[in-house]
């Protein structure tokens, strides 16, 4: 589909400038079509000499769970993700126009075709939405399938072809793309990484590279069978391109053909430091390979025998399906995207995403890229020429806290704030006092400022509460009663403490000396809430080995007491016992 209208989009903050004069296209289906070519011929604004000025317009959080692959289709994002669902972005801001859900995750790529997104999920149906939708978006139709759909959707001529797999078992669908209604299938050995169409072939690889008649009827049989293929073909140069995996370290070239014997001989092999399960893409003579072992590798498409690169450039770690548009080899790796010059493989710019990167969308004058990070989760953005960016971040901050110290000088307090942007993977943030800072009894204010790399900023703030010890402390009155007769004694006083409510346990001894060498004792407990700033108490005290009479005792006591912290206060005191009536 050709949109030749420039395309002007604004949002809050963003200004995004798209060409005017156009030779633009969509990006309907992974790595471009349904050949998987990873090659987009229209694109003409985006070159060598600009990639420098390439910065990003918007970033979208999808959800906590990975996302596919994006694919662009008359101003529309597509992406699934492992939450459930299939979102619908618009292209120039970002914004979530739809979403659709399905009974399990979506780790394929969509495809969109006729007005019609086709998207296979986990729960082994194949799902056809309206590209224009609201949110919750209902299938047109769905398809069972007979295992987990293992392919992104290849659409041709009004056929979806997808893999899917059932244990150690695997079968090629071809739907109508009208209806769902199954046109036919082909029992497979196991489940297919990936299905290419070209010409009245469909393609499948899974160990070896399977050739099936577009029309064919069930149980559909290969037209031929090629030995050393399990990543996703792709066609280009009348070729079928693909990497050996981990079984002999070999990226082949077949004949792209409907009529060759089984096992059909591969054209030349290119030696690989280590398989790969992702597609090469072809462009302008050549295909470019990424390897296992984190290297791309460009070949020349016409080669023999044993071929070796044209050039490589070693990446390290991840290393993506690569897209080529304009003379330029855009390859997603762990923290971003590089660009790499096709033809002589030099490196002609980067922009980090904050995350590994899956193979990008290159359409319209921008770059689209779905990222994953366990931190930030599933996200999607848009890199454009010379975004302005005007919009700040968004502070996410805590609640206000409460924290107990243990000490009159404060307590320590720990938080976490983060902050998010539409541009800016990973804005700064600062707070004053620091996490971890110790606090003064009472509230304070924590201030935090988050700036993006376009230094656009925002502020916010919460409180720390920093609640006192709890503070206990008990005074025991100089007068006492006794009752002559029985000898039981009362003692009273007050208790303090700097909070109400607190239930407060005392316990402790009464002695009085009756004789030389005589002493009558009697213990004591007793339990009462303590209501703050201070409040009395009383007990009653029998002894143990007499009767307490009129005269001086001594009292020896222990309070103790917790709320948040604890307290305890001990003491010693002689009062003076006066005879009471009762």
């Known amino acids: 589909m050709l949109a030749n209208n420039a395309l002007v989009a604004t949002m809050v ?63 529309v994002v597509f992406v699934g993700s492992n939450d459930r669902n299939l979102y619908a972005l618009d292209a120039s801001t970002g914004a979530i126009l739809w979403s659709a859900p399905t009974g399990e995750g979506i780790s394929r790529s969509p495809a969109v075709a006729n007005g019609r997104v086709y998207v296979g999920s986990d729960d082994s149906r194949v799902y056809a939405f309206p590209t224009s939708c609201s949110t919750p978006c209902a299938p047109l139709w769905a398809t069972p399938t007979n295992g987990r759909i293992s392919s992104a959707p290849a659409v041709a001529n009004g056929v979806v072809y997808v893999g899917a797999g059932r244990g150690a078992e695997g079968d090629l669908w071809a739907l109508d793309a009208a209806t769902g209604a199954v046109k036919w299938t082909a029992p497979l050995s196991s489940s297919p990484n ?24 069930t149980p559909c049989s290969p037209l031929w069978i090629g030995w050393g293929a399990s990543a996703l073909p792709v066609v280009g140069d009348g070729r079928v391109f693909s990497d050996g995996s981990f079984v002999n370290n070999a ?6 053909t409907d009529s060759c014997s089984s096992p059909c001989p591969v054209l030349w092999t290119g030696l690989t430091g280590s398989g790969t399960s992702r597609g090469a893409a072809v462009a302008g003579g050549r295909v470019y390979v990424p390897d296992g072992n984190g290297t791309l590798a460009a ?31 855009y390859v997603g790796t762990g923290d971003g995207i590089r660009m790499y010059d096709s033809a002589a ?20 004058g921008a770059v689209y890229a779905s990222t994953f990070d366990f931190s930030t989760g599933g996200t999607v953005s848009a890199f454009v020429l010379d975004p302005v960016d005007t919009t700040p971040p968004t502070l996410h901050l805590p609640d206000d806290l409460s924290v107990v110290a243990f000490e009159l000088t404060g307590a320590p307090a720990e938080y976490t704030v983060t902050a998010t942007d539409n541009v800016d993977p990973s804005p700064s943030v600062s707070c004053s006092p620091p996490s971890g800072s110790t606090f003064p009894i009472g ?16 502020a916010g703030s919460f409180a ?36 109400t409510g607190t239930p407060v346990s005392l316990f402790g001894q009464v002695r009085q000396e009756v004789a030389r060498r005589a002493t009558l004792t009697g213990s004591f407990f007793a339990q009462f809430a303590c209501i703050a700033p201070s409040s009395t108490w009383q007990t009653t005290v029998i002894a143990d080995n007499g009767r307490f009479g009129a005269g001086k005792v001594d009292v020896q006591f222990n309070a103790f007491g917790c709320e948040l912290t604890c307290d305890s ?13 009762s």
């Open 13 to 75: 903050g963003i200004v995004l400038a798209f060409p005017a004069v156009a030779s633009s296209a969509d990006w309907p289906q992974f790595h471009f079509g349904a050949d998987r070519s990873g090659y987009n011929p229209n694109e003409s604004t985006l070159d060598a000499s600009n990639l420098s000025r390439l910065g990003a317009s918007w970033r979208t959080a999808i959800s906590n769970a990975p996302v596919t692959s994006p694919v662009v289709v008359d101003g």
């Open 194 to 217: 990936g299905v290419a169409v070209s010409g009245n072939v469909v393609y499948a690889a899974f160990g070896s590279l399977y050739a099936f008649p577009t029309e064919c009827s």
């Open 443 to 458: 509230t304070s204010n924590v201030d935090c400022v988050a700036t993006d790399s376009s230094g656009n900023s925002v």
């Open 569 to 581: 206060v001990q003491g010693n005191r002689t009062i003076t016992l006066t005879a009471s009536k």
């Open 251 to 256: 990226f082949n070239a077949f004949p792209d």
């Open 464 to 499: 720390v509460t920093v609640i006192a010890p709890w503070d206990l402390s008990l005074n025991l009155a100089t007068r006492g009663s006794v009752v002559p007769g029985t000898g039981v004694v009362t003692v009273s006083g007050t208790v303090s403490c700097n909070r």
């Open 299 to 329: 070949y020349p498409t016409a080669c023999t025998g044993f071929c070796s690169p044209s050039w490589s450039v070693p990446l390290g770690g991840f290393v993506s399906d690569p897209a080529v548009a304009n003379g330029v080899v």
């Open 345 to 364: 493989g030099a490196e002609l710019s980067a922009i980090g995403t904050g995350g590994s990167t899956l193979s990008p969308a290159v359409v319209n």
